[in-house]
């Protein structure tokens, strides 16, 4: 069974900075991708990253390209989103979600069949 785990939600100011995490447990296949979803109030789910294991690519969401990068600790089961330059519509609760035996990557929910319990990010003044 796979269990993911994300850290590292909290308030931040505009313009400032938060690295996600999310520790990974019971992966076996070869390929897989792993997610980041984040969910406003009122708003549906959106996909905003993505990491391939088959060749290490990584998708953006348009609202997101340029200011956050995923990355992925092989060592450590752990992946990462890095996110600069937040704005008060990056608040809402982020999630990362697994699918294993897929090698292309993402960013709509119905891709992943594991998911986190989620980490609040608030951005604000």
């Known amino acids: 069974q796979v269990q993911l785990v994300e850290s590292g939600g909290g308030l931040v100011q505009p313009g400032g900075s938060l690295r996600l995490s999310c520790a990974l447990d019971?992966?076996?296949?070869?390929?897989?991708?792993i997610g980041w979803f984040r969910q406003a109030p009122g708003k549906e789910r959106e996909g905003i990253s993505c990491y391939s294991s088959r060749d290490g690519g990584t998708a953006y969401s348009n609202s997101v390209k340029g200011r956050f990068t995923i990355s992925r600790d092989n060592a450590k089961n752990m992946v990462y989103l890095q996110m600069n330059n937040l704005i008060p519509d990056d608040t809402g609760v982020y999630y990362c979600a697994a699918a294993q035996y897929r090698r292309i990557t993402s960013l709509r929910a119905s891709s992943y069949d594991y998911w986190g319990q989620g980490t609040p990010v608030t951005v604000s003044s």
């Open positions: 019971g992966v076996t296949s070869e390929y897989y991708i």
